[in-house]
């Protein structure tokens, strides 16, 4: 079965300080890959996609980025965090390429930039 | 441009009692129409989805939604609320553009299901 895995859980970062969060999936292939943004608990924002290694789109302009280094790997980086980076960070994954529409969610993670 | 609403922030239903979370829906074609539901500091899990054949639609946990192409709607239902189905519901369309898989979520809904 697939798994969908990320980490950390949660962070606490200081303004300017880089971020790295990754996420992986496991038993699947060419999933297309997404990160979201979920600010004060409501809205779900899309950040980016990938649909193959180093295939990266941008949703919204702002201070993070994203790359895809192997097929089942995202990870989301900023070289420099801002208060409002902070926020709940949700990577998914879909299996288009095999038909699947419906989008499988990691568990989150929570930062917080002080 | 292809939209989702979930017009009520917050559902209040007492244990035992149906319950009836809203989405309407904006798109050009047919849809494809998801339910996710988010439990405190955790992920979204997938209920159910709409993309053809019958309009109601069984998902999990008991849930179910009903597609109304003419009322542009798609609304989760349950005929008898726990109070383990207190949390946050999302309703979602796929963004038909280019293929990509995109989700347009709502603004997600509150689900408090006292006993």
């Known amino acids: 079965s697939q798994t969908i895995h990320q980490w950390p859980a949660t962070l606490v970062q200081p303004v300017g300080s880089p971020l790295s969060l990754e996420c992986t999936v496991e038993g699947t292939s060419n999933p297309n890959l997404y990160w979201y943004r979920q600010a004060a608990g409501r809205g779900l924002q899309l950040l980016f996609y990938?649909?193959?290694?180093?295939?990266i789109s941008s949703e919204v302009p702002q201070n993070l980025s994203a790359s895809r280094p192997q097929d089942r790997q995202f990870i989301l980086s900023s070289k420099k965090l801002l208060l409002s980076d902070s926020g709940f960070y949700l990577c998914?994954?879909?299996?288009?390429?095999?038909?699947?529409?419906?989008?499988?969610f990691g568990q989150g993670t929570r930062l917080t930039v002080v | 441009a292809q939209s989702v609403a979930q017009p009520e922030d917050q559902v209040n239903v007492a244990e035992g009692n149906p319950l009836t979370v809203k989405c309407t829906y904006s798109?050009?074609?047919?849809?494809?129409l998801f339910w996710y539901v988010q439990y405190p500091n955790r992920g979204l899990q997938f209920l159910l989805k709409y993309i053809t054949g019958d309009n109601l639609v069984k998902g999990s946990y008991g849930f179910e939604a009903e597609f109304n192409k003419s009322q542009t709607s798609f609304h989760l239902k349950k005929p008898s609320a726990l109070v383990s189905d207190s949390a946050l519901y999302f309703c979602a369309v796929r963004d038909k553009a280019g293929n990509t898989g995109k989700l347009i979520f709502g603004q997600g809904t509150t689900l408090q299901v006292k006993p």
């Open positions: 998914a994954w879909t299996a288009i390429r095999t038909g699947g529409l419906e989008a499988f």
């Open positions: 798109v050009s074609g047919n849809p494809y």
């Open positions: 990938s649909v193959g290694i180093g295939q």
